[in-house]
Protein backbone atom coordinates (compact mmCIF):
# COMPACT_ATOMS: atom_id res chain seq x y z
CA UNK A 1 0.00 0.00 0.00
CA UNK A 2 0.91 3.69 -1.40
CA UNK A 3 2.29 6.01 1.99
CA UNK A 4 0.74 8.90 2.28
CA UNK A 5 2.00 11.56 3.86
CA UNK A 6 -0.93 13.75 5.37
CA UNK A 7 0.89 16.67 6.80
CA UNK A 8 -0.96 18.90 9.16
CA UNK A 9 -1.00 22.50 8.23
CA UNK A 10 -0.61 25.03 10.52
CA UNK A 11 -2.56 27.39 10.01
CA UNK A 12 -6.40 27.63 8.60
CA UNK A 13 -6.64 28.09 5.09
CA UNK A 14 -6.92 31.87 4.04
CA UNK A 15 -9.67 33.95 3.78
CA UNK A 16 -10.27 37.63 1.37
CA UNK A 17 -11.28 39.37 4.70
CA UNK A 18 -12.21 38.83 8.11
CA UNK A 19 -16.10 38.33 9.07
CA UNK A 20 -17.93 41.76 9.89
CA UNK A 21 -18.39 41.93 13.71
CA UNK A 22 -22.39 41.39 14.39
CA UNK A 23 -24.24 40.61 17.65
CA UNK A 24 -24.74 36.81 18.00
CA UNK A 25 -28.12 35.13 17.30
CA UNK A 26 -29.00 31.49 17.95
CA UNK A 27 -31.59 29.54 15.89
CA UNK A 28 -32.08 26.67 17.60
CA UNK A 29 -28.44 24.73 18.21
CA UNK A 30 -27.33 26.64 15.35
CA UNK A 31 -25.38 30.02 16.09
CA UNK A 32 -25.62 32.92 13.97
CA UNK A 33 -23.36 35.82 14.00
CA UNK A 34 -19.34 36.16 13.38
CA UNK A 35 -19.09 34.10 16.12
CA UNK A 36 -20.09 31.29 14.25
CA UNK A 37 -19.63 29.32 11.09
CA UNK A 38 -21.68 30.83 8.48
CA UNK A 39 -24.49 28.37 7.92
CA UNK A 40 -26.64 27.08 5.37
CA UNK A 41 -30.32 27.01 4.79
CA UNK A 42 -32.63 25.52 2.54
CA UNK A 43 -36.25 25.31 2.28
CA UNK A 44 -39.11 22.33 1.86
CA UNK A 45 -41.20 21.83 -1.13
CA UNK A 46 -43.48 19.55 -0.02
CA UNK A 47 -46.29 20.78 1.89
CA UNK A 48 -46.18 21.53 5.55
CA UNK A 49 -49.24 19.35 6.26
CA UNK A 50 -47.60 16.33 5.04
CA UNK A 51 -45.42 16.16 8.07
CA UNK A 52 -44.10 12.69 6.60
CA UNK A 53 -42.78 14.07 3.03
CA UNK A 54 -41.64 17.19 5.05
CA UNK A 55 -39.87 15.54 7.55
CA UNK A 56 -38.47 12.91 5.16
CA UNK A 57 -37.08 16.07 2.91
CA UNK A 58 -35.54 17.48 6.10
CA UNK A 59 -33.28 14.07 6.49
CA UNK A 60 -32.21 14.40 3.02
CA UNK A 61 -31.57 17.93 3.31
CA UNK A 62 -29.51 17.26 6.69
CA UNK A 63 -27.95 14.60 5.08
CA UNK A 64 -26.72 16.99 2.29
CA UNK A 65 -25.31 19.23 4.57
CA UNK A 66 -28.11 21.95 5.31
CA UNK A 67 -27.27 23.25 8.84
CA UNK A 68 -31.19 24.95 9.20
CA UNK A 69 -34.33 24.56 7.70
CA UNK A 70 -37.62 26.78 6.64
CA UNK A 71 -40.84 25.47 6.54
CA UNK A 72 -43.62 27.33 4.86
CA UNK A 73 -46.81 27.66 7.13
CA UNK A 74 -49.69 29.79 5.04
CA UNK A 75 -52.70 28.15 7.09
CA UNK A 76 -54.00 26.73 9.87
CA UNK A 77 -53.49 23.37 8.79
CA UNK A 78 -49.66 24.18 8.26
CA UNK A 79 -49.86 25.54 11.97
CA UNK A 80 -50.91 22.74 13.03
CA UNK A 81 -48.52 20.12 11.83
CA UNK A 82 -45.41 22.52 13.12
CA UNK A 83 -45.16 21.04 16.80
CA UNK A 84 -44.43 17.49 15.16
CA UNK A 85 -42.27 19.00 13.03
CA UNK A 86 -40.04 21.24 14.65
CA UNK A 87 -39.64 18.25 17.44
CA UNK A 88 -38.28 15.60 14.80
CA UNK A 89 -36.52 17.60 13.01
CA UNK A 90 -32.59 17.12 13.38
CA UNK A 91 -31.53 20.52 12.74
CA UNK A 92 -33.54 24.00 13.45
CA UNK A 93 -36.60 24.66 11.80
CA UNK A 94 -37.70 28.02 10.99
CA UNK A 95 -41.48 29.10 10.13
CA UNK A 96 -42.08 30.89 7.14
CA UNK A 97 -44.79 33.51 7.64
CA UNK A 98 -46.98 35.24 5.38
CA UNK A 99 -49.89 37.62 6.01
CA UNK A 100 -51.07 36.27 9.38
CA UNK A 101 -49.60 37.36 12.59
CA UNK A 102 -51.63 34.51 14.16
CA UNK A 103 -48.91 31.76 12.66
CA UNK A 104 -46.69 34.00 13.95
CA UNK A 105 -47.59 33.08 17.65
CA UNK A 106 -48.65 29.42 16.31
CA UNK A 107 -44.66 28.88 15.15
CA UNK A 108 -43.24 30.25 18.48
CA UNK A 109 -45.63 27.98 20.50
CA UNK A 110 -45.14 24.84 18.35
CA UNK A 111 -41.17 24.88 18.90
CA UNK A 112 -39.52 26.77 15.99
CA UNK A 113 -36.32 27.46 16.57
CA UNK A 114 -37.01 30.60 14.76
CA UNK A 115 -39.85 32.29 12.76
CA UNK A 116 -38.98 34.64 9.49
CA UNK A 117 -40.94 37.52 9.23
CA UNK A 118 -42.11 39.58 6.25
CA UNK A 119 -42.99 42.66 7.57
CA UNK A 120 -44.57 44.35 4.13
CA UNK A 121 -46.82 40.89 3.99
CA UNK A 122 -47.75 41.02 7.40
CA UNK A 123 -50.94 42.51 7.75
CA UNK A 124 -51.56 44.59 11.18
CA UNK A 125 -47.74 43.56 11.81
CA UNK A 126 -46.56 47.00 13.09
CA UNK A 127 -49.30 47.00 15.83
CA UNK A 128 -48.68 43.21 17.09
CA UNK A 129 -44.29 43.78 17.40
CA UNK A 130 -44.71 44.33 21.23
CA UNK A 131 -46.61 40.98 21.64
CA UNK A 132 -44.40 39.23 19.32
CA UNK A 133 -41.32 40.35 20.52
CA UNK A 134 -42.48 38.98 24.29
CA UNK A 135 -43.46 35.48 22.94
CA UNK A 136 -40.34 35.38 20.88
CA UNK A 137 -38.42 35.99 24.07
CA UNK A 138 -40.58 33.87 26.49
CA UNK A 139 -39.84 30.96 24.21
CA UNK A 140 -36.14 31.36 23.00
CA UNK A 141 -37.14 32.34 19.38
CA UNK A 142 -35.41 34.39 17.29
CA UNK A 143 -36.99 35.96 14.09
CA UNK A 144 -35.44 36.62 10.82
CA UNK A 145 -37.04 40.30 9.26
CA UNK A 146 -37.15 39.14 5.77
CA UNK A 147 -37.60 41.89 3.78
CA UNK A 148 -37.86 41.67 -0.29
CA UNK A 149 -38.06 43.26 -3.55
CA UNK A 150 -41.45 42.07 -4.46
CA UNK A 151 -44.13 42.80 -0.93
CA UNK A 152 -42.05 46.21 -0.22
CA UNK A 153 -44.28 48.88 1.74
CA UNK A 154 -46.46 50.75 -0.57
CA UNK A 155 -45.25 54.01 1.05
CA UNK A 156 -41.25 53.04 0.43
CA UNK A 157 -41.74 52.41 -2.99
CA UNK A 158 -44.11 55.67 -3.77
CA UNK A 159 -40.85 57.48 -1.88
CA UNK A 160 -38.31 55.41 -4.05
CA UNK A 161 -40.29 54.47 -7.26
CA UNK A 162 -38.88 51.04 -7.52
CA UNK A 163 -36.93 48.63 -4.93
CA UNK A 164 -34.00 49.95 -4.19
CA UNK A 165 -31.25 49.09 -2.17
CA UNK A 166 -32.17 51.99 -0.24
CA UNK A 167 -35.43 51.39 -0.31
CA UNK A 168 -34.70 47.39 0.99
CA UNK A 169 -32.58 49.44 3.79
CA UNK A 170 -34.89 51.82 5.07
CA UNK A 171 -37.59 49.08 5.31
CA UNK A 172 -35.31 46.67 7.46
CA UNK A 173 -33.98 49.44 9.44
CA UNK A 174 -37.22 50.80 10.29
CA UNK A 175 -39.11 47.35 10.79
CA UNK A 176 -35.65 46.23 13.26
CA UNK A 177 -36.16 49.79 15.54
CA UNK A 178 -39.78 48.14 16.36
CA UNK A 179 -38.12 45.41 17.89
CA UNK A 180 -35.44 47.20 19.25
CA UNK A 181 -37.62 49.62 20.82
CA UNK A 182 -39.13 46.92 22.48
CA UNK A 183 -35.70 45.49 23.85
CA UNK A 184 -35.67 42.57 21.16
CA UNK A 185 -32.62 41.92 19.56
CA UNK A 186 -32.41 38.26 18.91
CA UNK A 187 -33.48 38.48 15.01
CA UNK A 188 -31.04 38.48 11.74
CA UNK A 189 -32.29 40.55 8.02
CA UNK A 190 -32.30 39.77 5.12
CA UNK A 191 -32.87 41.93 1.80
CA UNK A 192 -33.87 40.19 -0.92
CA UNK A 193 -33.43 40.90 -4.57
CA UNK A 194 -33.36 38.96 -7.64
CA UNK A 195 -31.01 41.49 -9.14
CA UNK A 196 -27.68 40.50 -7.66
CA UNK A 197 -26.20 44.02 -8.24
CA UNK A 198 -29.18 45.26 -6.25
CA UNK A 199 -29.31 42.70 -4.01
CA UNK A 200 -25.26 43.28 -3.52
CA UNK A 201 -25.35 47.01 -2.85
CA UNK A 202 -28.26 46.73 -0.10
CA UNK A 203 -26.24 44.25 1.76
CA UNK A 204 -23.26 46.76 1.42
CA UNK A 205 -25.53 49.38 2.71
CA UNK A 206 -27.18 47.71 5.72
CA UNK A 207 -23.64 45.79 6.52
CA UNK A 208 -22.87 49.59 7.78
CA UNK A 209 -25.94 50.82 9.51
CA UNK A 210 -26.02 47.99 12.26
CA UNK A 211 -24.22 45.03 14.13
CA UNK A 212 -27.00 42.73 12.96
CA UNK A 213 -26.60 39.21 11.97
CA UNK A 214 -27.31 38.78 8.01
CA UNK A 215 -28.68 36.10 6.17
CA UNK A 216 -28.34 36.65 2.23
CA UNK A 217 -30.23 35.15 -0.73
CA UNK A 218 -30.98 36.05 -3.92
CA UNK A 219 -34.67 35.70 -4.58
CA UNK A 220 -36.34 34.07 -6.93
CA UNK A 221 -32.51 33.52 -8.50
CA UNK A 222 -33.91 31.24 -11.00
CA UNK A 223 -33.25 27.64 -12.74
CA UNK A 224 -30.34 25.51 -11.50
CA UNK A 225 -28.20 27.29 -13.80
CA UNK A 226 -28.89 30.65 -13.66
CA UNK A 227 -29.57 30.64 -10.10
CA UNK A 228 -26.37 29.01 -9.48
CA UNK A 229 -24.60 31.89 -11.42
CA UNK A 230 -26.35 34.54 -9.63
CA UNK A 231 -26.06 33.21 -6.19
CA UNK A 232 -22.28 32.73 -6.36
CA UNK A 233 -21.54 36.02 -7.73
CA UNK A 234 -23.71 37.86 -5.70
CA UNK A 235 -22.96 35.96 -2.32
CA UNK A 236 -18.87 36.02 -3.37
CA UNK A 237 -19.22 39.91 -3.59
CA UNK A 238 -20.06 40.18 -0.33
CA UNK A 239 -18.47 37.23 1.57
CA UNK A 240 -15.39 38.05 -0.03
CA UNK A 241 -15.87 41.60 2.26
CA UNK A 242 -16.93 39.07 5.43
CA UNK A 243 -20.56 40.71 4.66
CA UNK A 244 -22.99 37.33 5.40
CA UNK A 245 -23.70 34.83 8.11
CA UNK A 246 -26.42 32.64 7.14
CA UNK A 247 -26.85 31.95 3.75
CA UNK A 248 -29.75 30.34 1.60
CA UNK A 249 -29.60 29.67 -2.22
CA UNK A 250 -33.01 29.83 -4.27
CA UNK A 251 -33.04 27.50 -7.07
CA UNK A 252 -36.26 26.47 -9.16
CA UNK A 253 -34.50 22.72 -8.41
CA UNK A 254 -34.50 20.52 -5.65
CA UNK A 255 -33.76 21.34 -2.03
CA UNK A 256 -30.84 19.43 -1.84
CA UNK A 257 -28.80 21.55 -4.76
CA UNK A 258 -29.41 24.46 -2.96
CA UNK A 259 -27.47 23.05 -0.12
CA UNK A 260 -24.89 21.46 -2.35
CA UNK A 261 -24.48 24.98 -3.89
CA UNK A 262 -24.29 26.51 -0.65
CA UNK A 263 -21.92 24.64 0.47
CA UNK A 264 -19.81 24.63 -2.29
CA UNK A 265 -19.50 28.58 -2.07
CA UNK A 266 -18.22 28.67 1.05
CA UNK A 267 -16.06 26.24 0.12
CA UNK A 268 -14.17 28.05 -2.71
CA UNK A 269 -13.72 31.28 -0.50
CA UNK A 270 -12.58 28.74 2.54
CA UNK A 271 -15.01 29.75 4.17
CA UNK A 272 -15.70 26.12 5.27
CA UNK A 273 -13.11 23.37 4.80
CA UNK A 274 -12.85 22.21 1.72
CA UNK A 275 -13.86 17.78 1.11
CA UNK A 276 -13.06 16.71 -2.33
CA UNK A 277 -12.13 18.91 -4.93
CA UNK A 278 -11.35 17.75 -8.38
CA UNK A 279 -8.95 19.68 -10.47
CA UNK A 280 -9.65 18.69 -13.88
CA UNK A 281 -8.79 20.45 -17.24
CA UNK A 282 -11.34 22.25 -19.54
CA UNK A 283 -9.50 19.52 -22.33
CA UNK A 284 -8.22 21.32 -25.43
CA UNK A 285 -7.23 20.39 -28.87
CA UNK A 286 -4.27 18.50 -27.13
CA UNK A 287 -5.83 16.18 -24.92
CA UNK A 288 -5.21 12.38 -25.44
CA UNK A 289 -8.34 11.20 -23.52
CA UNK A 290 -11.62 12.16 -23.25
CA UNK A 291 -11.27 14.52 -19.89
CA UNK A 292 -14.75 15.05 -19.51
CA UNK A 293 -16.28 11.22 -19.35
CA UNK A 294 -13.12 10.64 -16.83
CA UNK A 295 -13.61 13.99 -14.75
CA UNK A 296 -17.89 12.76 -14.48
CA UNK A 297 -16.57 9.25 -13.73
CA UNK A 298 -14.12 10.42 -11.45
CA UNK A 299 -16.43 12.62 -9.67
CA UNK A 300 -19.32 10.23 -9.40
CA UNK A 301 -17.18 7.27 -8.44
CA UNK A 302 -16.02 9.57 -5.32
CA UNK A 303 -19.07 10.96 -4.72
CA UNK A 304 -20.06 11.93 -0.85
CA UNK A 305 -16.47 11.37 0.31
CA UNK A 306 -16.01 13.42 3.02
CA UNK A 307 -12.41 13.77 3.69
CA UNK A 308 -10.62 16.92 2.19
CA UNK A 309 -9.12 14.92 -0.93
CA UNK A 310 -8.10 17.12 -4.13
CA UNK A 311 -7.92 14.84 -7.32
CA UNK A 312 -6.39 16.21 -10.37
CA UNK A 313 -7.63 14.97 -13.78
CA UNK A 314 -5.41 16.35 -16.65
CA UNK A 315 -5.66 15.34 -20.74
CA UNK A 316 -1.82 15.93 -21.28
CA UNK A 317 1.65 16.32 -20.40
CA UNK A 318 1.61 19.98 -20.99
CA UNK A 319 0.23 20.98 -17.57
CA UNK A 320 -0.83 17.09 -16.38
CA UNK A 321 2.47 15.99 -14.36
CA UNK A 322 2.69 19.45 -12.52
CA UNK A 323 -1.00 19.59 -11.73
CA UNK A 324 -1.00 16.21 -10.90
CA UNK A 325 2.03 16.59 -8.32
CA UNK A 326 0.41 19.43 -6.37
CA UNK A 327 -2.78 16.85 -5.75
CA UNK A 328 -2.95 14.21 -3.61
CA UNK A 329 -3.78 11.88 -6.31
CA UNK A 330 -3.48 12.58 -10.05
CA UNK A 331 -3.51 11.29 -13.71
CA UNK A 332 -1.51 12.94 -16.28
CA UNK A 333 -2.60 10.96 -19.75
CA UNK A 334 -0.81 10.95 -22.83
CA UNK A 335 -0.69 8.15 -25.25
CA UNK A 336 -4.04 5.66 -23.90
CA UNK A 337 -1.90 5.37 -20.62
CA UNK A 338 -2.53 7.52 -17.45
CA UNK A 339 0.64 8.50 -14.84
CA UNK A 340 -1.02 8.10 -11.52
CA UNK A 341 0.07 10.48 -8.82
CA UNK A 342 -0.19 10.06 -5.35
CA UNK A 343 1.25 12.97 -3.21
CA UNK A 344 3.60 13.58 -5.46
CA UNK A 345 5.16 10.55 -7.13
CA UNK A 346 4.47 8.45 -9.66
CA UNK A 347 3.26 5.09 -8.33
CA UNK A 348 2.42 3.76 -11.83
CA UNK A 349 1.70 3.70 -15.05
CA UNK A 350 -2.13 2.24 -16.22
CA UNK A 351 -4.08 1.92 -19.94
CA UNK A 352 -6.64 4.53 -20.12
CA UNK A 353 -9.44 2.18 -19.63
CA UNK A 354 -8.07 1.22 -16.12
CA UNK A 355 -7.68 5.07 -15.05
CA UNK A 356 -10.97 5.71 -13.28
CA UNK A 357 -10.83 2.27 -11.54
CA UNK A 358 -7.47 3.05 -10.31
CA UNK A 359 -8.10 6.94 -8.82
CA UNK A 360 -11.02 5.56 -7.55
CA UNK A 361 -8.95 2.76 -5.54
CA UNK A 362 -5.84 5.26 -4.57
CA UNK A 363 -8.53 7.74 -2.83
CA UNK A 364 -10.44 4.62 -0.83
CA UNK A 365 -6.91 4.01 0.22
CA UNK A 366 -6.09 7.50 0.90
CA UNK A 367 -9.49 8.62 2.56
CA UNK A 368 -8.95 5.31 5.32
CA UNK A 369 -5.61 6.82 6.15
CA UNK A 370 -7.00 9.90 6.68
CA UNK A 371 -9.48 8.30 8.82
CA UNK A 372 -6.74 6.88 10.94
CA UNK A 373 -4.82 9.69 11.72
CA UNK A 374 -8.01 11.44 13.70
CA UNK A 375 -10.86 11.96 10.82
CA UNK A 376 -11.19 15.04 8.25
CA UNK A 377 -10.44 17.34 11.05
CA UNK A 378 -6.85 15.84 11.16
CA UNK A 379 -6.21 16.84 7.63
CA UNK A 380 -8.20 20.31 6.93
CA UNK A 381 -6.75 21.87 4.08
CA UNK A 382 -4.85 18.94 3.39
CA UNK A 383 -5.39 16.48 0.43
CA UNK A 384 -6.87 17.37 -2.96
CA UNK A 385 -7.55 15.10 -6.31
CA UNK A 386 -6.49 16.84 -9.61
CA UNK A 387 -8.42 15.69 -13.11
CA UNK A 388 -6.56 16.93 -15.93
S1 LIG B 1 -3.79 19.74 -19.57
FE1 LIG B 1 -3.34 19.37 -21.72
S2 LIG B 1 -5.32 18.72 -22.57
FE2 LIG B 1 -5.77 19.68 -20.62
S3 LIG B 1 -6.20 21.81 -21.22
FE3 LIG B 1 -4.05 21.71 -20.60
S4 LIG B 1 -2.96 21.42 -22.54
FE4 LIG B 1 -5.12 20.93 -22.93
Not at 63 to 83: M, Q, T, W
Request: aromatic residues 4%; negative net charge.
Amino acid sequence: MTSVSLGMPAAPPPVLAPRRKTRQIRVGSVGVGSESPISVQSMTTTPTTDINATLQQIAELTAAGCDIVRVACPSADDAEALPIIAKKSQIPVIADIHFQPKYVFAAIEAGCAAVRVNPGNIRKFDDQVKEIAQAAKDHGTSLRIGVNAGSLDPRLLQKYGKATPEALVESAIWEASLFEEHDFHDFKISVKHNDPVVMVRAYELLAERGDWPLHLGVTEAGPAFQGTIKSATAFGALLSKGIGDTIRVSLSAPPVEEVKVGIQILQSLNLRPRKLEIVSCPSCGRAQVDVYTLAEEVTAGLEGMEVPLRVAVMGCVVNGPGEAREADLGVASGNGKGQIFVKGEVIKTVPESQIVETLIEEAMKIAEEMGEAGGEDAVEGGPVVTVS
